[in-house]
């Protein structure tokens, strides 16, 4: 091999580790959710040590079917799948993404049946999701686009157990304590993880309506962003 070639061979990998070791390079998730991703990276910190507890067991999950080479199958669980399990599903895809994570299927659901609310999707568009509203009717469907070339989301209101959630070997995040109480048992899963938050549902109508909206979108893809940063891929 002449020294050039040596040179060339020792810059492609060079720019491989670099590439590697920063996943915002490889990211192709929406150019407009990156201004909102480069906030919440800088709040990991300020997750409360009891916390980053509950969260380190989802990474957990998702390390130990990394190395497996297995699907990933994370199933968000609120209590009408409107508001704070649609951010986790939605977040949570939008996280694989831009940290390279492989296999990475997110759902949501609820343990009963409503609508996407248009408040939590006003969050989500503020963030900078592009969201269409694709059937009519009391329970509409939304396809929420994060990233190029993936298919988007169909995002509607479904029960956790739906013939379009996965029925076994998932993860089940419990994203509100009255989903967790409800279902003692959620058939299926290889594990569930109780990480309640606030429902903004509590200020709807109210002058801080908009301002709890953008709060909870923001804790939770702040808390699924550091999840996900604690995985690691081989190269």
């Not at 089940?172 to 967790?180: E, K, P």
């Amino acid at each position: 091999m002449t020294v050039v070639n040596r040179l060339t061979v020792l810059f492609l990998l060079a720019t491989t580790i670099v590439l590697a070791s920063d996943p915002g390079k490889k990211t192709i998730v929406n150019e407009a959710l990156v201004p909102y991703i480069n906030t919440i990276k800088k709040e990991f910190a300020a997750i409360p040590v009891d916390r980053k507890a509950e969260l380190d067991k989802i990474a957990g999950f998702i390390q130990t079917k990394v190395k497996a080479g297995q699907p990933v199958q994370l199933t968000y669980i609120c209590t009408h799948n409107s508001r704070r399990s649609h951010f986790g599903q939605i977040w949570a895809a939008t996280a694989a993404t831009y940290y390279g994570i492989p296999n990475v299927k997110t759902f949501s659901g609820g343990t009963e049946v409503s609508a996407f609310n248009e408040r939590a999707i006003a969050a989500c568009k503020k963030a900078g999701f592009d969201i269409a509203k694709v059937s009519e009717g009391p329970n509409p469907m939304y396809a929420v686009t994060y990233a190029s070339r993936l298919e988007p989301i169909k995002a509607f209101s479904k029960k956790y157990d739906d013939a379009s959630n996965p029925q076994s070997n998932f993860l089940a995040i419990m994203t509100c304590s009255q989903a967790d109480k409800a279902c003692p048992i959620v058939k299926g899963a290889a594990l569930r993880v109780a990480t309640p938050y606030d429902d903004p549902k509590a200020f709807d109508g109210t002058p801080q309506e908009t301002v709890k909206y953008d709060e909870r979108c923001k804790q939770i893809a702040t808390e699924t962003f550091y999840v996900f940063s604690k995985v690691k891929v081989a190269i």
